[in-house]
């Protein structure tokens, strides 16, 4: 099909995510034909790095040989089958290792297939443990201003970015959200090294109220992506496990944006040394190869729910492609390639490169602050810098550097006035060079006038 045909059927047929489709008038979709490292490659042959992992998906690069192989061998033994009542290896295998790597305590393993349905399941699991464990007003979740847990109705209850959200208040679940660490516009003024967490304060009364009602609180550890890359200290999640300890109150832990060495270690928490009662876990699980989603529980949850059919205790809860074997095989070899090619101990030069960009970019008189953790480097861009005074959001500066960066062969989705890069963890010291020259000419430009 020529581009000119596939960008026609796409314009009259396909209705694409996060998108307002008349913003195609002007800046129709990229027809991607194929992929090789941290490379996209269009119809005509233009490269682009891919920055952002695909929206945070991609952990090695794209065709992948070890990923790809994985999926052919599995291929031909067995695509899909119903995972009720039967079981296959590399199920078995990647929740046998998944317990192994995760923080401790975390020893069952439930599988969903994307990021949001992991949510659900999460949430649905810790309403029904108060239920059968005699705590049946325990019914109510806690998360944080600006939080991004996913767009279906339930995760987005739990959200708090207001431009996802605020339109379907009128259908979605009751719960309590509490003011969230804001470390650049910490109204401590305390710097996010240093710092003891005294915005946890809010947090803190609002569950020693209201503990009672409340089953269990969800978080997205150390990085709220979706908010803006914005990164906050571990002892802020130590704070958290004490009380949910203190208040019987389950601490779930959205790592679906910081699994998988994101942020330097394998887990968010692992940064904090502290295990959540429910750990949801997606996007980087196959490399971004396939869609997959699991939940981790504890044994303390798990035997909440374990009795005779009877009791009617089971948690009946599935999806048609509920443990997929190919994304589970696929899944599997990502966790060899971490150990194999000791991906975690790689990252260290490239995490100093990304940090060291840091007074380069802030010298600029419209960039308000660069923030990094790990392989997670974002700089938030303000109309002013005296008072931190944002671009009022209808000037879509992001997308102006989006635009600006895509001319240069990179990839830089932004989040409202904040650039961020996310690359697979595999993206070597030059291109990471290209990445961030690509990021600073693009923010010079566009913040020029
Ligand atoms: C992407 C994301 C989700 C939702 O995952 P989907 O697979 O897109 O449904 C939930 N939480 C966090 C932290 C995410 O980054």
């Not at 090695?60 to 790809?68: C, D, I, S």
């Not at 705590?135 to 207001?162: I, M, N, W």
């Not at 999806?319 to 194999?340: D, K, M, R, W």
């Not at 993206?427 to 961030?436: A, C, F, G, K, Y």
Request: net charge negative; proline share 6%.
């Amino acid at each position: 099909m020529d581009t000119q045909t596939l960008l026609q059927l796409d314009r009259d047929h396909v209705w694409h995510p996060c998108t307002q489709q008349k913003d195609h008038e002007k800046l129709p979709p990229i027809a991607i034909e194929r992929a090789e490292g941290v490379y996209l490659i269009d119809k005509s042959g233009h490269r682009y790095i891919d920055a952002v992992s695909s929206w945070w998906v991609n952990l090695f690069g794209h065709n992948h040989p070890r990923l790809n192989n994985a999926l052919k061998t599995q291929i031909d033994k067995v695509s899909h089958h119903i995972f009720a009542g039967f079981t296959h290896e590399p199920a078995v295998e990647l929740a046998s290792r998944l317990c192994r790597l995760a923080p401790a305590g975390l020893n069952r393993v439930f599988f969903t297939d994307n990021g949001s349905s992991a949510v659900e399941a999460a949430l649905k699991m810790s309403f029904q443990y108060w239920q059968q464990t005699q705590r049946p007003q325990k019914t109510k979740f806690v998360s944080l201003t600006d939080a991004y847990h996913g767009e279906t109705v339930g995760a987005l209850s739990v959200s708090g970015c207001s431009l996802y959200k605020d339109i379907y208040r009128p259908i979605l679940l009751e719960g309590f959200q509490v003011q969230g660490p804001d470390c650049f516009r910490c109204p401590y003024g305390l710097q996010r090294e240093s710092c003891p967490a005294p915005c946890f304060e809010a947090l803190g009364k609002l569950v020693a109220d209201q503990h009672q009602e409340i089953a269990g609180i969800i978080v997205e550890p150390l990085l709220q992506a979706a908010a803006g890359m914005r990164i906050y200290p571990p002892s802020y999640l130590r704070q958290l496990r004490e009380l949910c300890d203190r208040f019987e109150v389950h601490y779930i832990a959205d790592e679906i944006a910081t699994g998988f060495g994101r942020t330097g270690k394998m887990f968010a928490n692992d940064h904090a040394g502290v295990s959540p009662d429910l750990l949801c876990l997606s996007k980087g699980i196959t490399g971004g190869t396939m869609p997959l989603a699991v939940v981790l529980a504890t044994d303390r949850m798990y035997d909440a729910f374990y009795g005779d059919y009877v009791d009617l205790k089971a948690f009946l809860h599935s999806h048609s492609y509920t443990g997929n074997p190919l994304a589970c095989a696929v899944a599997v070899e990502v966790l060899h390639i971490f150990e194999q090619e000791n991906i975690l101990d790689s990252l260290a030069p490239k995490t100093a490169l990304l940090a060291d960009s840091q007074s380069r970019f802030e010298a600029l008189p419209h960039v308000g602050e660069v923030r990094q953790l790990g392989m997670v480097w974002a700089a938030e861009m303000v109309q002013k810098k005296a008072g931190k005074i944002p671009y009022p959001w209808q000037e879509r500066r992001g997308l102006e550097v989006y635009k600006c960066a895509l001319e240069r062969g990179v990839v830089l989705r932004p989040l409202g006035n904040v650039i961020y890069c996310m690359p697979p963890l595999t993206t070597t010291e030059n291109e990471l060079r290209e990445i961030l020259d690509v990021a600073y000419e693009a923010i010079a430009e566009v913040t020029r006038s």
